[in-house]
T-cell receptor, first 109, second 113 residues
Framework: GQQVMQIPQYQHVQEGEDFTTYCNSS?????IQWYKQRPGGHPVFLIQ?????EVKKQKRLTFQFGEAKKNSSLHITATQTTDVGTYFC?????????FGSGTKLNVKP | DSGVTQTPKHLITATGQRVTLRCSPR?????VYWYQQSLDQGLQFLIQ???????AKGNILERFSAQQFPDLHSELNLSSLELGDSALYFC????????????FGSGTRLTVV
């Protein structure tokens, strides 16, 4: 069955440092989505990637879909305290939906 | 306000009881998804409805059931509750199926005592 690995589980950075989370799938994906969940909040949609090798940017956030469409990454440049939260990848395969385990980001001011 | 409304926000009930969680999707969205978030299991997909019909099923227990009504609101029924069912239950909605970003509600926190 489908397996989704997201690493790292936790990341503590100093404000201004960069941050990257990786999502790896055991199977080839048709698309992948990324969500952010603030402490005590609900997941909020960030982006969807569909094409092999696709790269999308949203201000300081860069999202990438691997060439083989089996992995994806989210990179934040120069983190800010507002980036605190848990970042999840989310994918659809074999008529089911899967969340990655999430990467919890803590940013020290 | 995301536009997805979940009620109640909090629910405390005893083991063996039955509860109903309600979700009103964002205006215009036809798909409704239910998820369970617990500390040990993370975010788990339970079930999806599209325009009143079940479309996809995840790790939903047999004690749990859901439906989507003609006005597109959805209800998740949890019965014979166990302590392990204590979790945050989210509903999300989207315009179509699978290829669109989802809008999440603020969740219902269920505590089984």
């Amino acid at each position: 069955g489908q397996q989704v690995m997201q690493i790292p589980q936790y990341q503590h950075v100093q404000e201004g440092e960069d941050f990257t989370t990786y999502c790896n799938s055991s199977t080839t994906l048709s698309n992948i989505q990324w969500y952010k969940q603030r402490p005590g909040g609900h997941p909020v949609f960030l982006i969807q990637l569909v094409k092999s090798g696709e790269v999308k940017k949203q201000k300081r956030l860069t999202f990438q879909f691997g060439e083989a469409k089996k992995n994806s990454s989210l990179h934040i440049t120069a983190t800010q305290t507002t980036d605190v939260g848990t970042y999840f990848c989310y994918l659809y395969n074999f008529n089911k939906f899967y969340f990655g385990s999430g990467t919890k980001l803590n940013v020290k001011p | 306000d995301s536009g997805v409304t979940q009620t109640p926000k909090h629910l405390i009930t005893a083991t063996g009881q039955r509860v109903t969680l309600r979700c009103s999707p964002r205006s215009g969205d036809l798909s409704v998804y239910w998820y369970q978030q617990s500390l040990d299991q993370g975010l788990q997909f339970l079930i999806q409805y599209y325009n009143g019909e079940e479309r996809a099923k995840g790790n939903i227990l047999e004690r749990f059931s859901a439906q989507q009504f003609p006005d597109l609101h959805s209800e998740l029924n949890l019965s014979s509750l166990e302590l392990g069912d204590s979790a945050l239950y989210f509903c999300a909605s989207s315009v179509g199926t699978s290829l669109y970003g989802y809008t999440f509600g603020s969740g219902t926190r269920l505590t089984v005592v």
